[in-house]
């Protein structure tokens, strides 16, 4: 039975992605971050789903996630990681309490390398473990390309996880382990809910209060046509499972507007660009 752990199993992309993983006969090592979260996992996926809990920003924790994973695997090895678990905090970055900077780059990206290291022998390093090298899967964003006015925190935790992701990937291939990035567009999920918090009403008054509203607009809106996360644990599945995985993968809605056109375009018409879709402030 092939086995992987998922971090953020409790909502979105990762329990699409546990609960079809179980579907098609894998091992599931969820990662949750309370006991009622746990329960609920266990009683709606069965028996084939461990939960494991662990904050990202907790080392000790995710080591000792790591050890009864290690002890549940008996000498074998991990088939796949996918660091899924991760926050957004939007605002003008000249207000933006650094909090929320430290929140994200500590949870999507600081976060994502310790439970690859502490995961490490079990998708490859241990030696003396047997099967086929593991493979990561790190659940990116479109963000990790391309920046937005106000999402300065989650942009740069994302880019970080694309230059920590070509680490990977060229430092672990040592080990026969393969690094896969997902850049999903929008996904309908729980994290557009925790987006909009009650204290963003702090932004409100000063000079970008009326570009962040109409950017909050525009956001809720591209919200609203957004890809089903099980659309990314079918990808997931299949980068997990196929022989030769590409590095990354892009998918959402509106691939043109969203993703090739602001790749290609200059620096600065693009600037316009969204100068002219949020106005002035
Ligand atoms: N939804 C989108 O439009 C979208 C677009 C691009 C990329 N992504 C990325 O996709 C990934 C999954 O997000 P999602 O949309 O599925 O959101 P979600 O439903 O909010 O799920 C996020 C998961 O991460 C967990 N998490 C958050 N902070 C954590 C921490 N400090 N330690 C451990 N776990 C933590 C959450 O646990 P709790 O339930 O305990 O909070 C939850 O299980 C994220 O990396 C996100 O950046 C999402």
Known sequence: MRAAVVTGASSGIGRATAALLVERGWRVFGSVRTEAQAEELSVALGPALVPLRFDLRDGPAIARAAKQVAAALEGSRLAGLVNNAGLAHFGPLAVQPIADWQAQVDVNLTGTLRVVQAFLPLLGADRARSGPPGRIVNISSVSGRITLPFTSGYAASKHGLEALSDAMRRELAIY???????????????????????????????????????FKIAFAAAGEAALPPERFAALIHRVLTIRHPRPRYALMRGRLAHWTLPRLLPDRMLDRILAGQLGPS
Do not use: L
């Open 176 to 214: 026969g382990i393969r690094t896969i990035v997902i850049q999903p567009g929008a996904v309908r999920t729980p994290i557009w809910d925790k987006v909009d918090r009650p204290e963003d009403e702090r932004f409100a008054d000063g000079d970008f209060g009326p570009p962040f509203a109409r």
